[in-house]
T-cell receptor
Framework: QKEVEQDPGPLSVPEGAIVSLNCTYS??????FMWYRQYSRKGPELLMY????GNKEDGRFTAQVDKSSKYISLFIRDSQPSDSATYLC??????????FGIGTKLQVIP | GAVVSQHPSRVICKSGTSVKIECRSL??????MFWYRQFPKQSLMLMAT?????????EQGVEKDKFLINHASLTLSTLTVTSAHPEDSSFYIC?????????????FGPGTRLTVT
């Protein structure tokens, strides 16, 4: 079993839709949960990180962590074609190496 | 967010030659940088952690004599792929950790596409 599981997609949604991206994990030591956006042939861009359980909002993006279920989510409201990219979830204990999901490819159709 | 640059963006080299990739933090001093490889449809895989002024720490299975890392200043780390072979062809990405923060806040360069012919 992989430490971090993420559906690779692709996920296609119409412009304006609410997008839900998810990851599950198995390592209870993970305390920090990150979401990265990666455009084709580019490096990942940090969208946000959260500590432990709870929600964090930044503009159209909301990250949710449920440690009891070992489940994290990223919601994108009012999705735009420019949101089309691969979204990577990532986790760490804080100062240890980061473990990444495989990434979910998202396509927002105008 | 912090800005990290990487050079070159893509390189093609012949089998047996060496290639150097540079990673620079442009607007902050990075005592710690990381080097990753990314294969198509696979997760980012950490190759090594580079600390300024000390030897890099390599992940299990990564040949330190093949992938030479030097972190000579607070803004520059280099990865040299020595005696490159076609199986070394990959997307190499560096990142830098924000000082005082954990690995949860690291910023990535744009990556280098290496093709070995």
């Amino acid at each position: 079993q992989k430490e971090v599981e993420q559906d690779p997609g692709p996920l296609s949604v119409p412009e304006g839709a609410i997008v839900s991206l998810n990851c599950t994990y198995s390592n209870s030591a993970f305390q920090y949960f990150m979401w990265y956006r990666q455009y084709s042939r580019k490096g990942p861009e940090l969208l946000m990180y959260t500590y432990s359980s709870g929600n964090k909002e930044d503009g159209r993006f909301t990250a949710q962590v449920d440690k009891s279920s070992k489940y994290i989510s990223l919601f994108i409201r009012d999705s735009q074609p420019s949101d089309s990219a691969t979204y990577l979830c990532a986790m760490s204990g804080g100062y240890q190496k980061v473990t990444f999901g495989i990434g979910t490819k998202l396509q927002v159709i105008p | 967010g912090a800005v990290v640059s990487q050079h070159p963006s893509r390189v093609i080299c012949k089998s047996g030659t060496s290639v150097k990739i540079e990673c620079r933090s442009l607007d902050f001093q990075a005592t710690t940088m990381f080097w990753y490889r990314q294969f198509p449809k696979q997760s980012l895989m950490l190759m090594a952690t580079s600390n300024e002024g000390s030897k890099a720490t390599y992940e299990q299975g990564v040949e330190k004599d093949k992938f030479l890392i030097n972190h000579a200043s607070l803004t520059l780390s280099t990865l040299t792929v020595t005696s490159a072979h076609p199986e070394d062809s990959s997307f190499y990405i560096c990142s830098a950790r924000v000082p005082g923060q954990g690995t949860y806040e690291q910023y990535f360069g744009p990556g280098t596409r290496l093709t070995v012919t």
